[in-house]
């Protein structure tokens, strides 16, 4: 454990008896607590979360500050920003000072226990192993959390914090932001249409990562600077010398923090089919890759999901492609247009279907003939207003509607797809999923990879 960090026997006993204990301080099992503890959380209470009145401002305490955590904090400031957190007091410096009197911590388990009574809310933008133990902790004390994408680092964190946001009742966020946006809506709308017909494939690419992949562990220790906590950094990883070539950001292909070109955009570009075709899970995922090894993501893969027939809707497959790897080119799209860097098509018996950019953010039919006579349906999903997941969530947390991307109803679930994903990519064999059980029934040595060790820090 740190040595910052040090809780005291009255207020580990306090957190503990409502279960939060078992998050914060897990060990090899994820479920671990400390030794002597047992006794006071034999009998733990459920904490539920708390709406507010919409005539005051959330209370919001706020885990990561700089580089996208500093937009975070930006964008839910018009709320009162009651502690922050950053083990990286250089990274958060300009947030740090644009708030002087709010506490600052390193730890944000430290700040969850000693400002539990002053937080109504929590954000977390931290790198992607650190989103469970935050998240959960948060929502174990009764905290509505805005977590940013991917949900988790694997698939048993991300079923897990499901089923911890609903018996918790807390209002949950992820940070896919296009899933509020206009065009998301109405892709779902037309596809509802029947504008394409039923549709059997989707291809979806990006031109991530746009960082370093595919390469070995560094040799040469570097010393820590003298601004960042190294272990608190490492949080529930595995140990390990500090070396620069993981953060800022490059964290993002190594698999003991992040989850690679997958993870840092699947929620984003996948979101929106897999909402409007109600996707859930699939019972069979694969993936081609090249330059994958246990340390980092590949330098480019190519996943295929096998989804079942839902309801109404036909088995469907969808592909994912990154590191300059591309689908095949729709037939009508064109002799004179190309494949932007990154968006989808789906492919339906009546037509193609394309969203364009990271985000969806506008969709055509094609050919061009087809959009100029398609007669647009009425809109039938409500709007986030302004389009902004933030507010949504705000909202939200004072009795307003059910955020879109909230935990239990979908950023859980498709984070599930998106980490289901890695797990092909890693053990580089075709998994046949067992959703129910969260087991991989043609390869139980995967299994391993569904849940990983948390390393007590």
Request: charged share 25%; hydrophobic share 35%.
């Amino acid at each position: 454990m740190s040595s910052e960090f040090r809780i005291g026997r009255r207020d580990f006993i306090r957190v503990a008896g409502i279960g939060v204990a078992a998050s914060a301080f897990c060990g090899r099992s994820g479920a671990d607590i400390l030794p002597g503890a047992a006794s006071a959380v034999s009998n733990k209470v459920i904490r539920k979360g708390k709406l507010i009145t919409p005539d005051r401002k959330l209370n919001i305490a706020c885990i990561g500050c700089g580089g996208k955590g500093a937009e975070d904090v930006s964008s839910v400031s018009s709320e009162n920003i009651v502690a922050l957190c950053d083990v990286d007091s250089k990274r958060a410096d300009a947030i740090f000072k644009r708030f002087p009197d709010v506490p600052k911590f390193k730890d944000y388990r430290k700040m969850l226990v000693e400002m539990d009574d002053k937080i109504d809310a929590v954000t977390v933008t931290t790198p992607d192993h650190t989103h469970f133990p935050a998240a959960m902790m948060a929502m174990q004390m009764g905290k509505h959390v805005y977590v940013q994408k991917p949900l988790t680092h694997t698939v048993w964190e991300a079923r897990t914090l499901t089923e911890t946001a609903k018996e918790h009742e807390v209002v949950t966020q992820m940070g896919n932001q296009g899933h509020a946006y206009e065009g998301c809506r109405l892709l779902k709308e037309w596809l509802q249409a029947g504008a394409i017909g039923n549709v059997h494939e989707v291809h979806i690419w990006t031109n991530r990562p746009i960082w370093p992949q595919g390469i070995k562990r560094p040799l040469e220790v570097e010393q820590v600077p003298s601004t960042l906590d190294w272990n608190l950094w490492l949080g529930v990883a595995p140990e390990r010398p500090y070396n620069s070539c993981y953060l800022p950001f490059k964290w993002r292909g190594w698999w003991d923090f992040g989850c690679g070109a997958l993870g840092d955009m699947g929620c984003h570009m996948m979101d929106a089919s897999f909402w409007a075709l109600d996707l859930k899970y699939p019972v069979s995922v694969e993936a081609k890759s090249d330059g994958n090894n246990e340390e980092t993501a590949p330098e480019s893969s190519i996943v295929t999901y096998k989804f079942p027939a839902r309801g109404s809707m036909p088995p469907v497959t969808v592909k994912w492609y990154d590191g300059g790897k591309l689908p095949p080119r729709p037939h009508d799209l064109g002799k004179e247009s190309k494949l932007a860097a990154g968006g989808q098509y789906l492919v339906g018996d009546k037509g193609v279907m394309m969203g364009f950019g990271d985000y969806c953010d506008s969709v055509r039919l094609i050919p061009e003939a087809k959009m100029k006579s398609f007669k647009r349906p009425g809109k039938t999903i409500p709007r986030v207003p302004e389009g902004n997941p933030y507010m949504e969530w705000i909202n939200a947390c004072k009795g307003g509607p059910k955020p879109g991307s909230n935990f239990v109803d979908h950023s859980g679930p498709l984070t599930e797809m998106v980490s289901l994903g890695n797990l092909a990519i890693r053990t580089g064999k075709k998994i046949e999923w067992d959703s129910k059980l969260m087991r991989c029934k043609n390869l139980p040595e995967a299994d391993k990879l569904v849940r990983l060790a948390h390393r007590v820090f």
